[in-house]
């Protein structure tokens, strides 16, 4: 089967750092996003990774085990525009590009 | 102007009623993808077109149906609407190009509510 786990909800003080985490058990693995969601609007790219260890990009930082079947999203420098979902997807290696998305954690920033 | 557009924005209808969602995209992706999103399951696939002779069914075709009527529209039509079709519903394109990555970008959405 598939499956995609991240936490609901999270919250976080702006300035500070968060960790959102995400566990997956596909059939097979091609690949892993990451997407922000801000509330009624389009899903926004963040990430991707397909090998092992971490991808930084600017405050925004993300982590792949593929043995594990984890990544994370970590955000740094937190500011109150971070409030939003953030969404987890996986690429099975079938060959169409189709993405199993988690359902998403949503991320409040309080000052 | 917006890279992948979605029309309408929003939707009210009936019970029974044909509608059609469009979605136009200027990115020149030969890929492209109909979702939706009801809160608390994420993003669901319902159909998705590698070109405009390729349509394959998602993980929840039943009640829809496509249309690629060129590289760049891809129509999504709910033959007899229900309420459980209640949804915000995202159209998305990537592309082929050689490039591995393949990230699928998403229009703004539509909030269809079915009365």
């Known amino acids: 089967g598939q499956n995609i786990d991240q936490p609901t909800e999270m919250t976080a003080t702006e300035g500070a750092i968060v960790q959102i985490n995400c566990t997956y058990q596909t059939s097979g693995f091609n690949g892993l996003f990451w997407y922000q969601q801000h509330a009624g609007e389009a899903p926004t790219f963040l990430s991707y990774n397909v090998l092992d260890g971490l991808e930084e990009k600017g405050r925004f930082s993300s982590f792949l085990s593929r043995s594990k079947g984890y990544s994370y999203l970590l955000l740094k420098e937190l500011q109150m525009k971070d409030s939003a979902s953030y969404l987890c997807?996986?690429?099975?290696?079938?060959?169409?590009?189709?993405?199993?998305f988690g359902a998403g954690t949503r991320l409040a920033v309080h000052p | 102007d917006a890279d992948v557009t979605q029309t309408p924005r929003n939707r009210i209808t009936k019970t029974g009623k044909r509608i059609m969602l469009e979605c136009s995209q200027t990115k020149g992706h030969d890929r492209m993808y109909w979702y939706r999103q009801d809160p608390g399951l994420g993003l669901r696939l319902i159909y998705y077109?590698?070109?405009?002779?390729?349509?394959n069914k998602g993980e929840i075709s039943d009640g829809y149906s496509v249309s690629r009527q060129a590289q760049a529209k891809f129509s999504l039509s709910l033959e007899s609407a229900i309420p459980n079709q209640t949804a915000l519903y995202f159209c998305?394109?990537?592309?082929?190009?050689?490039?591995?990555?393949?990230?699928?970008?998403f229009g703004p959405g539509t909030r269809l509510l079915v009365l």
């Open positions: 077109s590698f070109d405009v002779k390729d349509i």
């Open positions: 998305a394109t990537s592309d082929t190009g050689g490039a591995y990555q393949e990230t699928q970008y």
């Open positions: 997807a996986v690429r099975p290696p079938n060959g169409y590009n189709k993405l199993i």
